[in-house]
């Protein structure tokens, strides 16, 4: 099972997929919305990168599907800020397998429906689920007290 985190300018979606059809694709891959999920007709969509079970990170530049040690300048996890220092991370080869449980994907082309439409419980504003809480519990002291 797959988690998709699909981006479109500034906000995410999640889904999650059993589809067997990410796998083989590699980090840079485009492919069509409607084979991930039947109301992304007209999406097309671009693999961007993930991470596998464990949280090591999906390179762009490291060719296979297999765990690398690789020398790296910036990026993930550099946090020394001083000039020149470089540090051995492990990143995981650009081509998902099934080790890989989260996939970042962003929208190249939009299709008909918006992904408000498509996903609508997720980004709702964050309102008044506790200002509802308080009224009923406010209402219930009243009427006790």
Do not use: C
């Amino acid at each position: 099972m797959f988690k998709l985190n699909i981006s479109e300018k500034g906000k995410a979606w999640k889904l999650e997929i059993d589809s067997e059809f990410l796998v083989g694709k590699s980090v840079g891959d485009k492919f069509d919305g409607k084979e991930i999920k039947l109301e992304l007709e007209g999406y097309e969509l671009e693999i961007t990168g993930g991470s596998d079970g464990a949280g090591f990170p999906v390179s762009k530049d490291v060719p296979g599907l297999g765990l690398k040690r690789v020398l790296l300048s910036k990026g993930w996890g550099m946090h020394d800020n001083r000039e020149g220092v470089r540090l051995r991370k492990t990143v995981r080869g650009k081509v998902i397998s099934e080790v890989v449980t989260q996939i970042n994907i962003k929208v190249l082309k939009a299709g008909k429906k918006s992904l408000n439409e498509i996903f609508l419980d997720q980004n709702k504003p964050k309102k008044s689920e506790k200002k509802e809480e308080n009224k009923e519990v406010a209402a219930a002291q009243l009427a006790a007290g």
